[in-house]
């Protein structure tokens, strides 16, 4: 039987720094996937941001650190099994600092995610069929008390303006699952509200490739 969760000590981190990116050499098929890399070795337990060509399930895709393997240059991709991803030809990976707290969201709603489904039907079937196609982006939107000078506001302020792409971390109290995910933000800062009511404002981050979850 599932677990319920509640919206309530959840810890929501955004990327303050990326490292140097290490130029990954090959990814293999396999559960999970391996990743053999040049440059300074990461550490088990890091988040790293995936820019990948060929294996483009991994593109833009945040993953966990496990089992590196310095003398060889390699390391697991924590709980993603590539087995049936395309085939890499290159790619980069980045060390992902989680370094500033979104704490002034009251609320959070999560739009998109479904997948488009193309028409395979022929003239000589005798019902229609289909098959996936790509999954529409994800959009979580949150309303924050409006604060413009808390750091997570500012943070988010200053990636929606420059357009850049930023990485997330969601942990839930109950039972510390994790969701991690890159996204861009849209934060204007705007208040808003009614009178005799708290100022509040609105954020809404869309993310880019697939988010990969964690039990703890």
Request: charged fraction near 10%.
């Amino acid at each position: 039987m599932a677990t319920a969760r509640k919206w309530s000590n959840v810890a929501v981190a955004m990327q303050s720094a990326l490292a140097t990116a290490l130029t990954v050499t090959g990814i293999t098929k396999a559960n999970p996937g391996v990743v053999t890399y040049t440059g300074t070795d990461p550490s088990n337990g890091d988040y790293v941001l995936l820019t990948i060509s060929g294996m483009h399930q991994l593109n833009n895709r945040v993953a966990r650190v496990a089992n590196v393997n310095g003398a060889g240059n390699t390391f697991e991709l924590e709980g993603i099994n590539t087995t049936d991803f395309g085939t890499f030809s290159s790619g980069t990976v980045e060390v992902i600092t989680f370094g500033t707290s979104v704490t002034t969201a009251t609320s959070i709603s999560s739009s998109g995610g479904g997948f488009d489904f193309l028409d395979t039907t022929t003239i000589h079937d005798s019902a229609r069929s289909q098959v996936p196609g790509l999954p529409q982006a994800a959009t979580y939107t949150m309303d924050h008390i409006w604060d413009v000078s808390d750091a997570g506001q500012v943070a988010m302020k200053t990636a929606s303006d420059s357009q850049a792409k930023r990485c997330f971390k969601f942990t839930f109290g109950t039972g510390g699952q994790i969701m991690v995910f890159a996204g861009y933000v849209g934060f204007d800062g705007a208040p808003g509200g009614s009178a005799q009511e708290i100022v509040k404002t609105q954020s809404a981050i869309t993310a880019q490739g697939t988010p990969t979850y964690y039990a703890s």
